[in-house]
């Protein structure tokens, strides 16, 4: 019987299923094992059940990954990171927003980056882009400025406390003989627009125009 089945019955009081119980909890030492059973049979006949278990939301919208950043947010050890990794080999967005328009991903990157967490997923998957802005909320994404902002700071944290391993795994994939344009243009743009210091950059042209 496999754990979709066996889990699939139990709701918290938020809708929650099994896992994400367990995630709520701080119950790790359960959670992993659940996490990695469904590894195991993600590859069996019964892998859309194992996919619906997975990809659950509670009554907020809130999914695995949500639950999973907060107890990241928390500590990051080394079984919190192994369930990370899982989903991200099982392809979990991480980038779904729950009804506060809150996605994991931005939990793990703002305020202040999870670093530990990031580099834990940047080993089973590229990170892009395209989905760090993508998961950011409504209101951040409609505003040219703060986005900038909010993402040149995760680009100089990089750079100064996590020896650059995002910048690294990201020009690594846009210089891969397999990799298309639109991916090379996305980090072209992110290293004069994000990496470079955009805002910096507004800085400048501000102290142009007052000397004029």
């Not at 670093?115 to 909320?137: C, G, H, R, Y």
Request: aromatic share 8%; proline share 4%.
């Amino acid at each position: 019987m496999t754990p979709s089945i066996c889990f699939s019955i139990f709701r918290g009081i938020k809708g929650e299923n099994y896992l994400q119980f367990c995630l709520a909890n701080g119950d790790i030492d359960m959670a992993l094992p659940i996490a990695q059973m469904c590894a195991f049979f993600a590859e069996s006949t019964d892998a859309e059940r194992i996919a619906n278990f997975l990809n659950h939301i509670d009554t907020e919208s809130n999914d695995i990954w949500h639950y999973l950043a907060d107890n990241l947010k928390e500590s990051e050890d080394d079984d919190s990171l192994a369930i990370a990794q899982l989903l991200v080999q099982l392809e979990i967005d991480y980038c779904r927003k729950n009804d506060q328009d809150e996605s994991p991903l931005a939990r793990l990157l703002v305020p202040t980056p999870r670093w530990p967490s990031v580099n834990s997923m940047l080993l089973a998957k590229q990170l892009t882009i395209d989905e760090i802005e993508a998961s950011f909320p409504s209101h951040v994404t409609q505003n040219e400025q703060i986005k900038a902002e909010i993402m040149a700071g995760i680009f100089f944290s990089d750079l100064a406390e996590n020896d650059a391993r995002l910048s690294s795994n990201m020009i690594y994939y846009a210089t891969h003989s397999k990799s298309e344009m639109p991916d090379r243009l996305s980090i072209a743009r992110a290293v004069f627009d994000y990496a470079g210091g955009k805002t910096l950059r507004d800085g400048f042209d501000e102290n142009d125009r007052n000397r004029t």
